[in-house]
Each structure stands twice: as structure tokens, then as C-alpha cells.
């Protein structure tokens, strides 16, 4: 790898947020994880011209290689966009109660609701908070999801069942801050 790409520090803007800065390989990192999207906006300086990460040369590659991975551009034989199910990401079938909260601020909401519908038997429970019952894991909901969203839309996503999380342009402070809480013990449980 070029000495000097390694050495470059990148900002991401989130939601209005502006977060890092990162290493070229942390940026990498987040985006094999999805932590970070293609779509999501990095610049080399807080107050700099940001860009989708898709943009940047230094990423293309990355990019491609992760939507080669997670099927994006394929066929299912049902005409659906294939989702990647090797691996980590498989799961037995087992069907899964997932909670799921928005923040959609572009003209994708009515998208998102019935790209929800053809992933499972889903409902509206009140505002932009919906209900899914559905065959696929969290990451494959994120990634099939997130994928008809803009830069300032956004979601997190609780599978009930398998006690998995997922989200889509939260940031990585936000990321690192829910991994914390999710997989630490409770100091003082409350007794009932």
C-alpha cells in the first residue's frame, strides 16, 4: 500500500455530524463492516469538500469488492436483489421479530416501507417505527435496507430473536458507543 495514503486522516459526515478523524485503514475497516457506507460522506479536513466514499479513488476498489461480496447488482431467481448469506452472515432460517426505527428524511420513505414488505410480513407501529417478521439476519436487513437511502437518512434496527443490532449512517462514535452498551453487564441489575 502507498506510505502516503496510509498516513491520510479522513472526516466522515453523518446526519450533519462531522466525526474522526480516521486512518485510511479504519475507514477500510468500517466499511468492510458496514459500519460506514459507499454513500456515506468522508473529506481529508473537517471544514473540507466531502464526497461520497464511493467517490474517492483510494476507495473505489474497497467498494467494489464489498458490493461484489454482498451480491449488490445480482439476481435472485425471484427477481429480488440477492443478499449474501456466507459465512458470518449465515443464519439456520430461523424466522425473527425485528424492531425498527427511522429517520428518513429524503423522498425514500415510501421505498423503505415497501422494500420492508418484501423482506417479510412487516407493519407501521406508530410514527417511523415498524415491525418485521422475517427469514433474513440484522446485517442482511441492513445492507438490502440501506442500500435505497440517502446520505441524511438513517435507521437502527433490533432483532428481538437473535439479539442482534443493526444500523445504517449512525456514525462510528455512535457505533462503538452501542457495541459498548449491548455486550456489557448490567453494575447493579435492579431487583423486582
Known amino acids: ?24 485503514a479504519s475507514i477500510l475497516h468500517y466499511l468492510d463492516e458496514g ?6 460522506f468522508i473529506a481529508t479536513r ?21 458490493q461484489d461480496r454482498k451480491g449488490f447488482g445480482r439476481r435472485a ?13 449465515a443464519h439456520d432460517a430461523q424466522l425473527a421479530n425485528v424492531v425498527i426505527v427511522t429517520d428518513i428524511q429524503s ?8 422494500r420492508l414488505q418484501a423482506l ?6 406508530f410514527g417511523s417505527v415498524f415491525v418485521l417478521r422475517t427469514h433474513h439476519s440484522a446485517a442482511q436487513l441492513r445492507h438490502s435496507l ?3 437511502l440517502s446520505r441524511g437518512d438513517r435507521f437502527f434496527l433490533v432483532d428481538a430473536t437473535r ?6 449512517n449512525l456514525g462510528p462514535e455512535v457505533d462503538a458507543h452501542l457495541r459498548q452498551i449491548w455486550s456489557q453487564p448490567l453494575d447493579n441489575p435492579r431487583q423486582s
Do not use: C
Open 146 to 148: 440501506g442500500q435505497m
Open 46 to 66: 473537517s471544514d473540507g469538500d466531502y464526497r461520497a466514499i464511493a467517490q474517492l479513488v483510494t476507495f473505489a476498489p474497497k467498494v467494489r469488492d464489498i
Open 163 to 168: 439479539e442482534r443490532l443493526a444500523w445504517f
Open 107 to 114: 423522498a425514500a420513505a415510501l421505498d423503505f416501507e415497501t
Open 35 to 40: 459500519r460506514v457506507a459507499p454513500s456515506s
Open 1 to 24: 500500500m502507498n506510505p502516503d495514503i496510509e498516513d491520510e486522516t479522513y472526516f466522515l459526515r453523518i446526519g450533519g455530524q462531522v466525526f474522526g478523524p480516521y486512518t485510511h
Open 120 to 125: 417479510g410480513r412487516a407493519a407501521r407501529i
Open 77 to 89: 431467481p425471484n427477481g429480488e436483489n440477492a443478499t449474501d448469506v456466507s459465512g458470518a452472515e
